[in-house]
Nanobody, 127 residues
Framework: QVQLVESGGGSAQSGGSLRLSCAASGFPFSAYCMGWFRQVPGKLREGLATIANPGITNYADSVKGRFTISRENAKNTLYLQIDSLKPDESAQYYC?????????????????????WGLGTLVTISS
């Protein structure tokens, strides 16, 4: 069955960095647009970044220049490098797969247009 398993979350200082990973299985990873979104309880989902295959990327304005999305198709793995963390970026971070390439954008993730998603990894930022 389809599985998306995020890892790499944890605690970090404001201004610090984290690298999140997402191991995918059960679907043709290289044929899907992949992305990351985050959510805080009681707040709206926020799409962060997507990457098509080959590596065409799209970022939300709020993370451009600080977040870098990448994928390694041979390992069915998605990454998110997060730099210059801000205190208000504490959230559950989720990996997602989008079947339709026309929906491959951070905005699509904000609107919930994904086919599969994982359980998330918690990121806690302290100031």
């Amino acid at each position: 069955q389809v599985q998306l398993v995020e890892s790499g979350g944890g605690s970090a200082q404001s201004g610090g960095s984290l690298r999140l990973s997402c191991a995918a299985s059960g679907f043709p990873f290289s044929a899907y647009c992949m992305g990351w979104f985050r959510q805080v309880p009681g707040k709206l989902r926020e799409g962060l970044a997507t990457i098509a295959n080959p590596g065409i990327t799209n970022y939300a304005d709020s993370v451009k220049g600080r977040f870098t999305i990448s994928r390694e198709n041979a390992k069915n793995t998605l990454y998110l490098q997060i730099d210059s963390l801000k205190p208000d970026e504490s959230a559950q971070y989720y990996c997602a797969a989008i079947r339709e390439m026309r929906d491959c954008s951070a905005d699509s993730l904000s609107y919930g247009r994904m086919s599969y998603w994982g359980l998330g990894t918690l990121v806690t930022i302290s100031s």
